[in-house]
Nanobody, 130 residues
Framework: QVQLVESGGGLVQAGGSLRLSCAAS????????MGWFRQAPGKERMFIAF?????????YYADSVKGRFTISRDNAKNTVYLQMNSLKSEDTAVYHC??????????????????????WGRGTQVTVSS
């Protein structure tokens, strides 16, 4: 059974940094693409970042976080990370990691869609105070 467990959220002042982690189990982690999404109260789940499987040589970011957030992975630890710098109050949300089904082909038109991903973590709260 695939499990994704996020950690590293918390309360931080605007301009600060946090690093989120997502520990995966029940899957051959290195073969899975991974994504990060966030959901603020009353809003839809929004794509944040994507990293390709294996070496993670392909990454994509939402325009709102480009240049501030970095996604990475450590296949030896079955973990994907989201380094968040220069945080803003509008980054406040619950952050979820997600994985598509094994072998799913991810295209430029699908990596940002929540429906592309089959497995989801429960999320970790990030609150940025201004």
């Amino acid at each position: 059974q695939v499990q994704l467990v996020e950690s590293g959220g918390g309360l931080v002042q605007a301009g600060g940094s946090l690093r989120l982690s997502c520990a995966a189990s029940g899957l051959t982690f290195s073969t899975f693409h991974m994504g990060w999404f966030r959901q603020a109260p009353g809003k839809e789940r929004m794509f944040i970042a994507f990293i390709s499987s294996r070496s993670g040589g392909t990454t994509y970011y939402a325009d709102s976080v480009k240049g501030r957030f970095t996604i990475s992975r450590d296949n030896a630890k079955n973990t994907v990370y989201l380094q968040m710098n220069s945080l803003k109050s509008e980054d406040t949300a619950v952050y979820h990691c997600a994985a598509p089904s094994a072998g799913r082909v991810i295209s430029a038109s699908s990596y940002a869609r929540a429906s592309t991903y089959n497995y989801w973590g429960r999320g970790t709260q990030v609150t940025v105070s201004s």
